[in-house]
């Protein structure tokens, strides 16, 4: 059943504007991730820093790389961009919680949502914005 609340589809402008910028959001999710499965000492000794235990590095990497995905089918995207939320808020918390700036988990946070705004009539019907 669809909603009685319709928007226009997007302009083409917007559309690809909200190409790009999701295409960028997963090209940073995707080498954060690709990274942690490489076992680098450098991103070893960062998770040691952080305060996880030896090996969480594979495990969450693999969690970041499988949600980034979902969020690159556009069919998922949606649902994906909500479990991006969840991994990144998890990585916003951990920097709070040591004193780390966490500027580098936001960026990607907000990319992921700006893009899809810009992209999925749907999100925009759901999230209105008022002029």
Not at 16 to 35: E, N, Q
Not at 38 to 61: H, N
Request: overall charge positive.
């Amino acid at each position: 059943m669809r909603s009685e609340t319709q928007t226009a589809p997007p302009s083409k402008k917007m559309l690809w504007a909200g190409r790009i910028i999701s295409g960028l959001a997963v090209l940073i999710l995707l080498f954060s991730g690709s990274l942690k499965l490489f076992k680098l000492p450098a991103v070893i000794q960062e998770f040691t820093r952080l305060g996880y235990p030896d090996g969480a590095y594979l495990r969450i990497g693999i969690i970041e790389i499988s949600c980034t995905v979902i969020y690159a089918i556009p069919q998922t995207s949606i649902l994906g961009a909500v479990l991006l939320t969840g991994y990144l808020g998890g990585a916003v918390a951990t920097h709070v919680r040591i004193g780390d700036p966490f500027f580098n988990p936001l960026l990607p946070a907000l990319l992921v949502w700006l893009g899809l705004f810009l992209r999925d009539d749907r999100l925009r019907a759901l999230l209105p914005l008022r002029s």
